[in-house]
């Protein structure tokens, strides 16, 4: 069961564009909400996350915004940098849960 | 660098064998988390050890098992391998057994198994 979903496998932005990562998922019990940036050959890294108590969470030229009654996530990221170029994985979970559920991942490009 | 060693990097085997994969986690996290991740596929979560006992269990085939030892490193045991079990598996570990707040998961860069 696919409680995390990406459905753009890809993305590619100009640099010094915004980039707009989106991620939705199907359960409401969901309540913390992470991102990851995977370069080839390495594990993911933890970029920024979002507790349901908030809608927004800024770090940086990273934002993620959360959109509850949509159930609905996005990263946000200004000015793209072509070393900004990764996989991207979008992760939820509970606090009674003792798992994180990843979406697919996108793959972003940004050009120079 | 995470701080989580995976080994090894690579592995190659073929159909019906047994392989042995191993993770260290950072010092001081006390659960490991393992992760499978098919081509173009997301990161499949297999299993949870915190502190030498299982905690949760995900879509982990009967053919692979795992244990965490008393130095809290973990071992996932894969056998009578498929063509299918080709893939990334990921070791993760963090300081605390929940998935809430505070308890972000570090991840190894992976063992790359290809069965032939």
């Known amino acids: ?30 309540d913390y909400f992470l991102w990851y940036k995977k370069y080839p050959a390495e594990g993911p890294t933890f970029l920024i ?37 990764a996989v991207y994985f979008c992760a939820a979970s509970a606090r009674n849960f003792n798992k994180f559920y990843f979406g ?9 | 660098d995470s701080g989580v060693t995976q080994t090894p990097k690579h592995l190659i085997t073929a ?23 098919s081509l173009d596929q997301g990161l499949q979560f297999l299993i949870q050890y915190y502190n030498g006992e299982e905690r949760a269990k995900g879509n982990i085939l009967e053919r692979f098992s795992a244990q ?16 299918g079990d080709s893939a990334l598996y990921f070791c993760a570990s963090s300081p605390r057994g929940g ?12 063992t790359r198994l290809s069965v032939l």
């Open chain 1, 1 to 30: 069961d696919q409680q995390v979903k990406q459905n753009s496998p890809s993305l590619s932005v100009q640099e010094g564009r915004i980039s707009i990562l989106n991620c939705d998922y199907t359960n409401s019990m969901f």
């Open chain 1, 49 to 85: 996350s979002i507790s349901s108590i908030k809608d927004k969470n800024e770090d940086g030229r990273f934002t993620v915004f959360l959109n509850k009654s949509a159930k609905h996530l996005s990263l946000h990221i200004v000015p793209s940098q072509p070393g900004d170029s």
């Open chain 1, 104 to 112: 697919s991942g996108t793959k972003l490009n940004v050009k120079p």
């Open chain 2, 15 to 37: 159909t019906g064998q047994r392989v042995t994969l191993r993770c260290s986690p950072r010092s001081g996290d006390l659960s490991v988390y393992w992760y499978q991740q």
């Open chain 2, 68 to 83: 965490q030892f008393p130095d809290l490193h973990s071992e996932l045991n894969l056998s009578s391998l498929e063509l």
């Open chain 2, 99 to 110: 998935a809430g707040a505070k308890n972000i998961q570090y991840f190894g860069a992976g």
